[in-house]
T-cell receptor
């Protein structure tokens, strides 16, 4: 398993501003992902954070809105840009720590974002 | 879209076994069944996964039908702390390591353990 720390745990932001969420893992991981969970909904994958290259985004998510960095094997950031109230969600970091075969993903506790 | 179907909610008495069903009639031969749960205000927690044989760990048992079109997650002695949303996810066991990947979550089953 892995210990995943997300910062901040929650924030209230003004519309039009940006927030950067950090995900730090206590060990090197093979894969990192970012998910969004809108109020009362299930989780939706935003993107795969690739080390040293651009993230791979799912349909409906774009780099200009959700820029992602992953400078090394233990750290990634997700920025929510030019926020609107519709961006109010929980944002979660997820990692795969073991080999790419037959292993599970682990999740951080999430960042609860409220945009006013 | 998610490839699984689960009941929206279930109740179970504390101390009894909680049996959570999942239908995955379109599962492919190389796809595993994964179970995660999400306790309120926390990130999802991995429970168990399996291919075709029944699996058991310290948290739960997973029973997969012979035709693999459905499965049941069993929490043998449910406690109040097991109240959560349980997600059944079907996917290949390997991570591509090269791009778009991740878990596809459906709506899950909200399990409520009653005292």
């Amino acid at each position: 398993s892995a210990v995943i720390s997300q910062k901040p745990s929650r924030d209230i932001c003004q519309r039009g501003t940006s927030l950067t969420i950090q995900c730090q893992v206590d060990s090197q991981v093979t894969m990192m992902f970012w998910y969004r969970q809108q109020p009362g909904q299930s989780l939706t994958l935003i993107a795969t954070a690739n080390q040293g290259s651009e993230a791979t985004y799912e349909s409906g998510f774009v780099i200009d809105k959700f820029p992602i960095s992953r400078p090394n094997l233990t750290f990634s950031t997700l920025t929510v840009s030019n926020m609107s109230p519709e961006d109010s969600s929980i944002y979660l970091c997820s990692v795969v720590t073991g080999p790419l075969q037959n292993t599970e993903a682990f999740f951080g506790q999430g960042t609860r974002l409220t945009v006013v | 879209d998610a490839k699984t179907t689960q009941p929206t909610s279930m109740d179970c008495a504390e101390g009894r076994a909680a049996n959570l069903p999942c239908n995955h009639s379109t599962i492919s031969g190389n796809e595993y069944v994964y179970w995660y749960r999400q306790i309120h205000s926390q990130g999802p927690q991995y429970i168990i996964h399996g291919l075709k044989n029944n699996e058991t760990n310290e948290m739960a048992s997973l029973i997969i039908t012979e035709d693999r079109k459905s499965s049941t997650l069993i929490l043998p002695h449910a406690t109040l702390r097991d109240t959560a949303v349980y997600y059944c996810i079907v996917r290949v066991a390997s991570w591509s390591g090269g791009g778009a990947d991740g878990l596809t979550f459906g709506k899950g089953t909200h399990l409520i353990i009653q005292p």
